[in-house]
């Protein structure tokens, strides 16, 4: 996590545990959250701070899609549905659904072209064998 966040792992706990994840939910630090999972490798009282970081993401997005920024829920909204329709990320088909998301359609396009010529980004996506697996999954969480 980075130094401008007013919450760390630890208090993002402290709080969750005194009942209180509504403040930890509406605080922006949870969203600045690399989810890189070392507080949770970290952590001595072995708890998961990285999974309740991510819970309260969801739930933040559940109760008010408002209070996340509008890019961060661009992002996590755009991977979340290659995922469900592929089975796995398809980068340039995030690309295009979180450019679309945002309105911000035309920062960083110069850089496409390298990225495809070079093979970093692909135009096809590859589903994976057990997609509908992956749509029973979305459906019972309620993702559709």
């Not at 966040?5 to 930890?24: E, F, G, N």
């Not at 949870?30 to 970081?53: K, M, Q």
């Not at 408002?66 to 995030?94: T, W, Y």
């Amino acid at each position: 996590m980075g130094s401008e966040m007013r919450l760390k792992p630890h208090d993002v706990m402290r709080l969750v545990a005194s009942d209180k994840w509504r403040r930890a939910a509406a605080d922006e630090s949870i969203w600045l959250c690399l989810t890189c999972e070392t507080c949770s490798a970290r952590c001595p009282n072995d708890c998961d701070p990285a999974g309740v970081i991510d819970t309260l993401r969801e739930l933040g997005l559940d109760a008010d899609a408002a209070d996340a920024p509008r890019r961060i829920a661009a992002f996590h909204r755009s991977f979340l549905a290659q995922i469900e329709g592929n089975g796995r990320l398809h980068e340039m088909g995030m690309v295009v659904e979180y450019k679309l998301r945002t309105g911000d359609l035309m920062k960083d396009v110069t850089n496409a072209p390298g990225m495809l010529s070079r093979g970093k980004l692909s135009l096809r996506a590859d589903r994976i064998r057990g997609i509908d697996e992956i749509k029973r999954i979305f459906d019972k969480c309620g993702q559709r």
